[in-house]
């Protein structure tokens, strides 16, 4: 089964257990936000620092999707397929 | 000289937290900055059951925000996985900020109180490694008029009676609401504090308490400083009265009570809400030792310039004997007094701004003392 998976940001990985890519086996679409509940299931502070208790992203945080960031597509319900790969950065932002 | 004694001082900044240890409250050692690059609104340091658990409001602008405790002076830090404060999902909300953590009594161990942004307040019964929502403030019918201050919609002051059931919350801009019965149910009691920006400058709650604090030595006294405003109240809440005559502003956030002695308090005032900075840039605290009626300048040792202001937590007392007094400003410059205020001395500057400050007396016996990262005086 073809694998998907979500690239950490550095200073995210010591809540993966020093992980930097962590992988959901799919086999069809997911969403992004299945695919977070998926890989974050074993990390709750991994999943705390990147949605709120509501399950919202938290404001600062990006997930891209092929090349595009997932508040211009359909959020947490943009669909991911096997084989592509979701990336976490963090906003360039504060002083 | 209490030479026995040691000292933590806690630090919480805009972009971590500082730690220092001192046996004289002159000489400091410090660890630091732990959670670099996240604000530390509050800071409990909490001395009983035999250790010290100095706990901290967290919040990342990118990562959120989070509770941790350290029992190992900062050396080593622990974050419950599921969160120490994270709201139920049937509320549909989610903490933007911790602003008070409030260890209870001497005789309710374990018992911690919090306050949050969204304005909430939270009980733990377990040292504070986890938290519960108080139901009974977050289903006030009121919740939905209580306003934001300009720094966001917080229970920042929570003040237990150590003797029963009284609680007592200060909120922007909500007002002192009371509750008789361990927080179960919760009423204003703002009556004879003036909220000016108000249609009605007398109304039942809105009033914008910056902080309150209580006698320790008097039973149902308290003190508040407000936008605009120092009150006393002897009756529970019940009635304020003005004790602000004496001082060069009403205007302030810091509200300080003596960890024994009756009638002793501090502020520090700022000149307006238009300015916020020390009167004509002379920083000062004042102190009164007969609860209100007169008020003393204290500025040995502070600086004769200075025009960054102190915030509400930005100010803690030790519970030594004579008491410590400690403040920090959004310039980043925390000041210690071991001698009640009468004079300060400049413990570290340079900081980032400044958001919180606690100080206690503890037990570092088998602990590992903070590294000298900087030490003034040493």
Avoid at chain 2, 348 to 369: E, I, K
Wanted: glycine letters at 12%; one cysteine or more.
């Amino acid at each position: 089964m073809p694998d998907i998976s979500v690239v950490l940001p550095s200073i995210l990985q010591p809540l993966a257990g020093g992980q930097s890519i962590l992988t959901a086996p799919a086999d069809g679409t997911v969403t992004v936000g299945s695919l977070l509940d998926s890989v974050t299931g074993d990390y709750p502070v991994l999943a705390r620092r990147l949605r709120d208790e509501t399950g919202a992203l938290r404001r600062y945080v990006n997930i891209y999707v092929a090349g595009d960031e997932v508040r211009r597509l359909q959020g947490l319900e943009t669909e991911v397929s096997p084989g592509q790969e979701v990336l976490v950065i963090q906003s360039v932002a504060g002083g | 000289m209490a030479t026995a004694e040691n000292f933590v001082l806690a630090i919480g900044t805009k972009k971590g937290l500082w730690l220092a240890t001192s046996q004289d409250r002159k000489q400091w050692s410090f660890s630091g900055p732990h959670f670099l690059m996240s604000e530390i609104p509050s800071i409990g340091i909490d001395t009983r059951d035999g250790r010290t658990r100095i706990m901290v409001g967290v919040r990342s602008e990118h990562w959120g925000p989070t509770v941790a405790h350290s029992d190992d002076l900062g050396a080593t830090w622990t974050e419950p996985e599921q969160g120490a404060i994270t709201f139920p999902e049937d509320t549909g909300a989610a903490v933007e900020r911790i602003w008070q953590i409030y260890p209870d009594a001497e005789s309710r161990p374990g018992v911690v109180w919090a306050g949050a942004e969204p304005i909430s307040v939270w009980k733990s019964t377990d040292g504070g490694e986890h938290f519960e929502l108080n139901r009974g403030l977050w289903d006030h019918p009121h919740r939905s008029d209580w306003g934001a201050g300009y720094g966001g919609a917080a229970a920042h002051s929570i003040v237990v009676n150590p003797a029963g059931d009284n609680v007592h919350v200060a909120m922007s801009t909500g007002g002192v609401y009371r509750s008789l019965d361990g927080g179960e149910s919760w009423e204003p009691r703002n009556k004879g504090i003036s909220a000016y920006f108000m249609p009605d400058p007398n109304p039942e709650f809105g009033q914008c308490v910056h902080k309150i604090a209580a006698d320790a030595a008097v039973e149902g006294r308290l003190y508040a400083q407000n936008h605009h405003g120092v009150y006393r109240t002897d009756d529970n809440g019940e009635n304020w009265n003005s004790i602000a005559e004496g001082l060069p502003a009403d205007f302030g956030f810091v509200m300080l009570t003596h960890p024994r002695r009756e009638g002793t308090a501090w502020v520090v005032p700022l000149k307006a809400d238009g300015e916020r900075i020390p009167p004509e840039g002379k920083l000062a605290v004042h102190r009164t030792d007969d609860a209100g009626a007169t008020w003393k300048r204290l500025d040995t040792g502070l600086p004769k310039g200075e025009y960054n202001s102190v915030l509400r937590d930005a100010a803690g007392v030790d519970s030594s004997e004579p008491a410590g007094v400690y403040f920090g400003t959004r310039g980043g410059t925390v000041y210690a007094s071991a001698d009640e205020g009468e004079t300060f001395a400049e413990v570290v500057s340079h900081l980032p701004d400044v958001l919180c400050v606690r100080a206690a007396v503890v037990s570092t016996a088998g602990l590992p003392v903070p590294e000298t990262a900087a030490a003034r005086g040493a």
